[in-house]
């Protein structure tokens, strides 16, 4: 009885020692493949992270590699441009030495240009007066020459000659009759209406202005009536007529002179037509007293004091060079008289000389304008040039930034212990299933 207890107890033991080496075996078993599956989920979610790793790296290494490419089109089409630039600076620069040598050498030209015109102004001047002289002489000359031939042969043969000596005398005196008639009327319709003087002064001034190469409108204004600064119409002391001098010359200076024609020829003809010495004398000093009235009536207009500026005198202009000459033969001081009431005297010669070298001024004026304005297109140019060079250098070095910024990138994939290459092919080599393969491009070397 007691040996079957024990041995009952015996088999308790036993039992109970199987059962508790199984229950540990068991706990052992789970708790092992708890730690595999944990190991798994962790590999997973290191392959995961990885391959999340890998598509960034490598997005960043296409995104770098496109901007690289943009860059590297950027630095070619710079390196294009600064070439067209430079190219085109130097051709603003062999232009703008031109244009200062073509201004030297037209300076040059003009003023020998202008000593010519002058001379074969004075050339002209002196044969045109020539010629009238001469065309006006040569009838009576040859009126004379004929009478007298005519006479010689009326003497000759006076009894058979009488008749056309007659004749001839009777025609002459008819001839002098209608050269009479008609030099009277010339005279009358230039001396009898003083509007009729003035508008052919007006029309040799601005005859004179027009061949002088000067522009109407822009470099000379004909007829302006001049206003205050309120814009009101300016009117001589104690007159209800406008001042409107005939002519402004403008200057490239901001300068301004006035002209102004002014006729006299009513005692001038008369001068011309007196038959002896006491009327040619008393007619000439109705001649200069009309000239020294005009000279008063001008200065009295002030013309200076109303226009922006003009010097302190105007030009009185007599187109009618005999009558010029005349006034002056008749009082030698009559210039310095005129210009001390602040009017200069002036014929047609000098004013073409004037105005030459007022047209002169304004080409001048234009041609410095020219060479200006090359000037500071040469300087706009090497300005950009200079911001095409700093943004060339700033783009080489976010070129090489770049570049760097890539190697790097790469050598994070396929370089090192712990690169990404190597760790892939090991998970790979684990037995992750893929799909797809690394491109071959990014796999390092082998040995």
Known sequence: MIYSLIAAIVVVFCLAFLLLREHRISLSIREKREQEQAEIVEARTLISVQKEEIRRVTEESVQR????????????????????????????????????????DQAKELQLQFK?????????????????????????????ERLGKRVEETYSAESRERILLQSTIRELMQQSGTLSTE???????????????GDW???????????????RG??????????????????????????RPDVIVRYPNGGAMVI???????????????????????????????????????????????ITGAPDFVVLFIPNDPAYSLALT????????AYKKGVVLINGTNLIAVLRMAQDMWQRDRQIKNVEEIVR???????????????????????????????????????????????????RELGVKNTKNIPTSILPPTE
């Open 65 to 104: 590699q496109s901007a690289l490419e943009q860059l590297r089109s950027e630095k070619e089409n710079l390196e294009h441009e600064g070439y067209r630039w430079q190219i085109e600076c130097q051709h603003l620069q062999r232009a703008l030495e031109e244009a200062k040598q073509k201004n030297q």
């Open 116 to 144: 010519e015109i002058a001379t074969q102004i004075v050339e002209e001047r002196s044969k045109t007066l020539g010629v009238r002289n001469e065309e006006t002489l040569r009838p009576l000359r040859e009126d004379i």
């Open 183 to 197: 030099t009277n009327a010339l005279i009358k319709a230039l001396k009898g209406d003083s509007k009729v003087q």
């Open 201 to 215: 002064g007006e029309m040799i001034l601005e005859n004179i202005l027009q061949s002088s190469g000067l522009r």
């Open 218 to 243: 822009e470099e000379y204004m004909v007829q302006e009536t001049l206003r205050d600064e309120q814009g009101d119409v300016l009117h001589p002391a104690g007159e209800r007529s406008a001042l």
């Open 260 to 306: 102004d024609s002014k006729v006299s020829l009513t005692a001038y003809s008369r001068y011309i037509a007196a038959e002896d010495d006491e009327e040619r004398k008393h007619f000439a000093q109705e001649h200069l007293d009309s000239v020294r009235k005009h000279i008063a009536e001008l200065s009295a207009k002030r013309y200076p004091e109303f």
């Open 330 to 337: 008749q009082d030698p001081a009559l210039w310095e008289t």
């Open 377 to 427: 297109r040469a300087s706009t140019m090497y300005d950009k040039f200079c911001t095409y060079a700093a943004t060339l250098v700033e783009t080489e070095d976010k070129m090489v930034k770049a570049t760097e910024s890539l190697r790097k990138a790469r050598g994070q994939l396929s370089e090192g212990r712990g690169n990404f290459i190597h760790q892939m092919e090991q998970l």
